[in-house]
């Protein structure tokens, strides 16, 4: 099992950046592929940025493309999401999460979740 914590959320001006960090526990952590994800309260969890085991694969959503970057380091078990020119549509929680299989877009192909971080840019 693993258990995930994020961290980095807050509260920042538009066009500021911000990195969230993703801190997991366990020793296999390299073997999970990993996602970030963002939920606003009404709607569904949608799919940000996602990593492969060894960080030479990634996948972005279109919103975020060319302004947010995801990356891993093994080593510390921790996966990043670096977000720049942030903008109030950014506005939600942040959820990191796990996936045992492969990366992948869809959050039910994950199988351990974060609690969150919030971020929320004003304009």
């Known amino acids: 099992q693993v258990q995930l914590v994020e961290s980095g959320g807050g509260l920042v001006q538009a066009g500021g950046s911000l990195r969230l960090s993703c801190a997991a526990s366990g020793r296999t952590f390299s073997t999970y592929a990993m996602g970030w994800f963002r939920q606003v309260p009404g709607k569904e969890r949608e799919f940000v940025a996602a990593i492969n085991l060894n960080g030479g694969v990634t996948y972005y959503a279109d919103s975020v493309k060319g302004r947010f970057t995801i990356s891993r380091d093994n080593a510390k078990n921790t996966v990043y999401l670096q977000m720049n020119s942030l903008k109030p549509e950014d506005t939600a929680v942040y959820y990191c999460?796990?996936?045992?299989?492969?990366?992948?877009?869809?959050?039910?192909?994950?199988?351990?979740w974060g609690r969150g971080t919030q971020v929320t840019v004003s304009s």
């Open positions: 999460a796990a996936n045992r299989l492969r990366i992948s877009h869809s959050h039910n192909e994950y199988d351990y």
